[in-house]
């Protein structure tokens, strides 16, 4: 017998003998056509017998242990649009012309009742993961995280997500655009990096790690290495850059392992506020919306049942109270209204454009065929954040502050521009999650959690052109790839035993529409809107609408409703009255799973909960009051920074300058709120953007000389949450400048900016010294110096 049939024979029965053990442990095995057992990761590779001979000329090398994937395993892309409503596709009945999604259902199947969690983070946590987003510790967003099992922000080390169990299976790996998975106290150069997209089992990533960026002038990292792409070109828009890089880099995946199945995870930014878009995009939609959302809502309700994608017998269920009748609108607030809803249909339609860019090069690399193509339309329903007349600047929003329908007037002409930060009227959130009542961060209703789903694969599924209803969830994403990829759910990765996955696979859907449903239960829960589907019954109760300030009642006292499902697929027919104990039994079935699944406490604060004191997580800077920085430091998240908000605060820069020096000494945020301790024309400066809406300029009365100076800044703040405080300058121990600051941002200055040394990167605080950022003179230190108890 020759000796590299003696090593495959050892090989195999060494591989095997590891298989037994593993079944012994876990009880049940998945041994692949190869002998290898793919429920334990990494697949661990074989022991050699020892070899004797002396000359390798004589000597026949064992073979090389490589994993590959499963024979004909299939590509994976999962497209993941962001705040896009059930209603607003055109694939789904909606006014958003969304052709890639359209020639995509036409090939394939579109599903009409796929749910999503209600907002962003645990969406996304699920849809990587299979698990529900409590048992990824993502109760919410990552910026809210809690102490609390199920809300820490930290994925457990017993769920392994997607990426990884691909990667070590066989595939290339790599995600692109938005991730929204990395805790914020962990966003900083000092990381740690386990939770950064390339820590979690993507070989690659091009994207911005928080739960929004700028498309004009996004906030971008290369894996963990921020980058810096040239926003200054005029045709730049951050969608267009990430679909160039996602292209490029299955282009090259390709070219040199055109055997190797890839795994692509292509979120955008977009639709997710600020709504910006190429203005040719916009001006497709001019007049497009004059008839308003309550036209728009019964027209894409005919639209729907005209396609198929709503039984014929569906009705509009009521919208919420506080959205005004179209009809009852002033002259002013329907221009305004009808200018915000073109910016977003133009977004919707551009983004949709970038997709199909992507389905094009895989069409031309030939790799379409075989390729099991996602293409969810939202991580939750449209977003009412807006408030009822929208912003300018989002910022506000999340700083208490109300925007003015006369303010929006005077800019209306800049929504969707470099110069916005845009976002729309609640009112065509509620349309565009039509034909349901409410909108994202509503887990009680499915205009929170009810979004499109096309599923592409010709390879695989034989049916085309058609609707499938069973019920399904995010968490049903990651089991389909596995069954499509023929990969099990691992059982111990690294050492660790893992949780039993949470989601079931669609698989058995995919040619047979009738097939009974194999979800029949799923808990819903986000900041105390919470709701169980079980077996065509829905129970639900709203604690909280996105625009209230604080809950409705509290969370004893909330108030249930019911609905048969099955035969009301709006919920418009409340039944909790008719069936007490229907409900009852639902409401007993809810606190049984968010039990099962670490759900409570509930947890109802949201604005709140942006304060890690309150929240009670970690914090990079764990209760400092003082900070030195040096040259080089830039790039800091907000999260990462010390926290200079409702307090008084001092600023000590040891400098050495030449005469007339200029440039940023010390920033935080970007145009549209921030501040910014600077020198002009060698006269220091304490310039504070108020949300973007008003600017205070405090400026030295003299200049600084060259050579070595120690330059300051202390703010007497006056008390309260965004309250006023006076800055006074000083050089060398004398007074140079005194001046006012009236308002100052209570909660965040911007979740796409960061505070800097020596230069203002991204978007500048003060418009006036833009492309002139960068110090001239040599920063040796900058002490910042809090006083939260002398407010």
């Not at 705040?83 to 259902?105: Q, R, V």
């Not at 193509?373 to 506000?396: C, H, K, L, Q, R």
């Not at 800091?636 to 820069?653: D, M, R």
């Not at 008003?694 to 003299?702: K, N």
């Amino acid at each position: 017998m020759k000796k590299a049939s003696i090593y495959f024979i050892a090989f195999t029965f060494l591989a095997m003998m590891g298989c037994n053990k593993t079944s012994e442990k876990s009880e049940t095995k998945s041994v692949s056509s190869e002998g290898l057992d793919r429920t334990v990761l990494p697949i661990k590779e074989p022991t050699y017998p020892a070899i004797t001979e002396l000359d390798a000329r004589k000597a026949t090398a064992p073979k090389r242990f490589e994993v590959k994937a499963p024979e004909k395993a299939p590509n994976v892309v999962v497209v993941l649009i962001d705040d896009i409503g059930f209603g607003h596709s055109s694939a789904f009945g909606g006014p958003i012309h969304m052709p890639t999604l359209e020639k995509l259902a036409a090939n394939g199947l579109k599903y009409n009742r796929f749910h999503t969690t209600a907002l962003c983070s645990p969406t996304r946590t699920a849809i990587l993961t299979g698990y529900n987003h409590h048992s990824n510790n993502a109760g919410a967003i990552m910026e809210v995280a809690t102490a609390f099992p199920g809300n820490t922000g930290i994925r457990p080390q017993t769920i392994t997500p997607v990426a990884q169990v691909l990667r070590m299976n066989g595939y290339s790996t790599a995600a692109f655009g938005k991730y929204h998975e990395t805790p914020p106290w962990e966003g900083s150069i000092s990381g740690p990096y386990d939770r950064w997209p390339t820590h979690s089992g993507f070989d690659k990533f091009y994207g911005f790690i928080g739960g929004e960026t700028n498309q004009w002038h996004p906030m971008v990292y290369d894996g963990t290495t921020r980058v810096y792409p040239k926003v200054d070109d005029p045709n730049y828009h951050f969608t267009n850059d990430m679909t160039d890089q996602a292209i490029g880099w299955m282009n090259t995946q390709q070219s040199l392992t055109p055997d190797k199945p890839f795994y692509l995870y292509f979120a955008t930014g977009a639709t997710h506020a600020p709504h910006h878009a190429p203005k040719e995009y916009i001006d497709k939609y001019k007049g497009k919306f004059s008839q308003g959302w309550d036209k728009v809502r019964e027209e894409t309700l005919a639209r729907q049942k005209a396609l198929g994608v709503v039984p014929e017998n569906t009705v509009l269920a009521r919208k919420p109270t506080d959205i005004k009748d179209w009809d009852k609108l002033t002259a002013d607030e329907k221009k305004l209204f009808e200018k915000q809803m073109e910016v977003f249909a133009g977004f919707g339609e551009h983004t949709d454009h970038e997709v199909g860019r992507l389905v094009e090069a895989l069409e031309e690399r030939g790799e379409l065929e075989n390729t099991i193509f996602f293409y969810v339309v939202g991580d939750n329903g449209s977003s009412a954040e807006g408030g009822m007349i929208g912003m300018f600047n989002e910022n506000t929003y999340f700083n208490g502050v109300q925007e003015t329908l006369d303010m929006q007037m005077k800019v209306i002409d800049e929504l969707g521009s470099e110069n916005a930060y845009n976002h729309f009227a609640a009112g065509w959130a509620v349309a565009g999650n039509a034909p349901f009542t409410w909108t994202k961060q509503i887990a009680s209703n499915f205009g929170g959690t009810r979004n499109g789903m096309v599923m592409h694969w010709p390879a695989g599924i034989k049916s085309k052109g058609e609707i499938r209803s069973q019920f399904h969830h995010v968490v049903d994403v990651a089991p389909t790839i596995y069954e499509a990829a023929g990969v099990p759910a691992p059982k111990i990765v690294n050492g660790i035993e893992q949780r039993p996955i949470e989601g079931v696979s669609m698989n058995y859907s995919f040619d047979n529409a009738k097939a009974a449903d194999t979800r029949t239960t799923q808990y819903f829960e986000m900041i105390g809107n919470r709701a169980i589907y079980h077996e065509g019954w829905f129970a639900a109760t709203i604690h909280k609408a996105p625009w209230e300030a604080q809950p409705r009642r509290p969370l004893q006292e909330d108030v249930w409703e019911l609905y048969n499902v099955n035969e009301d697929f709006s919920l418009a027919n409340n039944l909790a009255d008719k069936n007490p104990e229907k409900l009852e039994e639902l409401k007993k079935k809810f606190m049984d799973e968010a039990v099962k699944y670490n759900v409570l406490p509930i947890d109802d604060r949201s604005i709140e909960r942006f304060d890690p004191v309150i929240a009670g997580r970690p914090d990079l800077m764990n209760g400092r009051t003082k900070l030195v920085l040096y040259e080089g430091a830039k790039g800091i998240p907000e999260n990462a920074f010390i926290n200079v908000k409702n307090t008084s605060l001092t600023i000590t820069a040891e400098v050495d300058v030449p005469a007339n020096a200029n440039g940023v000494i010390l920033c935080q945020g970007g145009d549209f709120g921030g501040w910014s301790f600077y020198m002009q024309d060698g006269k220091p400066t304490y310039f504070y953007n108020w949300v973007g809406l008003e600017m205070y300029s405090v400026t030295s009365t003299q200049k600084v000389g060259a050579g070595k100076h120690t330059i300051k800044l202390d703010f007497a703040y006056e008390g309260g949450r965004g309250g006023s405080g006076t800055a006074t300058l000083s050089m060398d121990g004398n007074k140079i400048g005194e001046g006012r600051i009236a308002k100052t941002n209570s909660n965040t200055f911007g979740i796409d900016e960061s505070a800097d040394v020596g230069t203002d990167e991204n978007t500048p605080v003060n418009p006036a010294y833009a492309k002139r950022e960068k110090f001239t003179g040599k920063i040796k230190s900058v002490t910042i110096e809090t006083k939260p108890g002398k407010n």
